[in-house]
C-alpha cells in the first residue's frame, strides 16, 4: 500500500448563513491568511533565505541551464533598473511576444521589482500568420518597449510594431528594421542599480499593476485585464490554506503551460515563486509533435507536482501505460496530479489513478477545475466588482482603444 499524504489538501472549514434576502451563501470559516502585499516579495524573502536553490531551470542540450533565486533577485534589479532608464514605468509596459524562458522570467521579475506592468502575449499571435490581432493587443498596452526572444523567429511581427513600441529588446539576434539592430537582453543586464530604481521600487502598492492579460473580449476584440500585485498575491493565499501541500514541501514542476495564460502564467508560476519551488520550463506540450519532449524533460525531473490539460493527461497516460520504467520516474515524487482547460473525463481520471495507485510511492491526488480559473481574475477586479472600486475604475479605464 503506497504511503498516506494526509497534507495535500486542508480540512474543510465553512459556515452556511442565510442572508436577510434568504440566500444561504457559503462561507469559510477560516479567515484569509497573511501574505505578501506584491510579488517582487517572495523573491527577496526566498534569495536572502536560500539563495542558492533553484528558481527555474530551461533546457540546454542534454542538461539544463539553472537560474538560483539569488541570481534571480541580481538579474531582475538589474534589468529593472535598465528598463527604468530607457522609459519603462506604469504607463509604459513590456510586451513579451515570445514564450516560457529564463530571460522572459527575468523580465517579468524585474517588472515586479520596478513597478513596470509586463504583457506576456500569446506566441499565435507574431508566428501564426497576419498581425492584426498582434497590433491590437499592443496598442492597447502602449509599451514602452516589447520583448523576442529571438529577432530572426520574430523578425515578421517585430516589424508588424515598429510604429507602437519605441525599443526592441533581444535575446538573441537582432531586429533588420532598426539600424541599432534593437537592444541586447545582455546590454541590459550590465546596469547598476541605484536610486531610481529604489525608488521605483518604494512606490509598488498591492493595488500597483503587475501583468496585463488579454482575454478573446466580446465578438472577439481582446480585452485587456490589469492584474494587480493584491490580486495575484491573494489567490497564492487562498491556495496557501487550500493546499498546504508547496508550503510544507517545495513544489518541483515540470510545466509547458504558457506564460500568456492564467493557469500557467499566475497560478504555476506564482506558487512556485511564492513557496520558494522549483520550475522546469518544459519545452514540449500536448501535440503528437512536441509530446516526446515532454516525456523527456519528465524523465529528467521527477515532480511532485504536475499541472496539465486533459489532451496532455491523455497523451501522458498513453506513454506511462506502455513505459513502466518511465512511470516509476513520473511517480517517484508525485503527490498531486491538477488538471484544468477542459474537461477530465471519468475514463481518463480511472486510468491516471490506476497508474498511481500501480506506481507512485505515496497517495497520489487527483483534482481538477475547468471554467475557473479565467474568471477568478475578473470577479476581483472587474463586473463582479463594485461598480466604484479601484478594481472596477481599472477595467473600465484600462483597455484603450486600439489606434
Known sequence: MPNVNPRIFAEPKTELRRRADGAPPLSPAEPPAPGDPDLARPLYRWARRRPAAVLAAERRGPGWEELTYGQALACAESLGQALLERGLGPDRPLVVLSGNSLRHLLLTLAGYIAGIPVASLSTAYSLAGGHDRLRTVTGIARPGAVYAEDGHEYGAALEALRELAPLT???????????????????????????????????????????????????????????????????????????????????????????????????????????????HIDDGGPTPELF???????????????????????????????????????????????????????????????????????????????????????????RHAHPGSAGARRLRDYPRAAP
Not at 537592444?183 to 546596469?191: K, T
Not at 515524487?333 to 475514463?347: D, H, T
Not at 497508474?355 to 475578473?378: C, H, I, K, P, Q
Request: proline content about 7%.
Open 169 to 279: 529588446v533581444l535575446g538573441h539576434g537582432r531586429d533588420p528594421g532598426r539600424p541599432s539592430g534593437g537592444v541586447r537582453f545582455g546590454e541590459l543586464l550590465q546596469a547598476v542599480p541605484d536610486e531610481r530604481l529604489a525608488a521605483a521600487r518604494a512606490r509598488v502598492r498591492s493595488g500597483s499593476v503587475a501583468k496585463i492579460m488579454f482575454t478573446g473580449g466580446p465578438a472577439g476584440r481582446p480585452k485587456a485585464v490589469p492584474n494587480t500585485h493584491r490580486m495575484l498575491c491573494a489567490v497564492q493565499r487562498m491556495m496557501r490554506q487550500v493546499w498546504p501541500l508547496p508550503s510544507e514541501r517545495p513544489i518541483t514542476l515540470v510545466d509547458w503551460l504558457p506564460w500568456s495564460h492564467t493557469f500557467g502564467g499566475n497560478h504555476n508560476l506564482h506558487m512556485v515563486l511564492t513557496t520558494g519551488g522549483t520550475l
Open 292 to 382: 516526446p519532449r515532454s516525456i523527456r524533460n519528465l524523465a529528467d525531473v521527477s515532480p511532485n507536482v504536475h499541472f496539465n490539460v486533459p489532451a496532455g493527461f491523455a497523451l501522458l497516460a498513453d506513454e506511462l501505460e506502455r513505459d513502466s520504467a518511465l512511470a516509476k520516474c513520473v511517480f517517484d515524487r508525485l503527490s498531486l496530479l491538477f488538471s484544468a482547460g477542459a474537461p477530465l473525463s471519468g475514463e481518463l481520471r480511472r486510468r491516471l489513478l490506476a497508474l498511481a495507485a500501480r506506481f507512485a510511492r505515496r497517495e497520489v491526488r487527483l483534482t481538477s477545475s475547468w471554467g475557473l480559473m479565467d474568471g477568478y481574475l475578473e470577479a476581483a477586479g472587474g
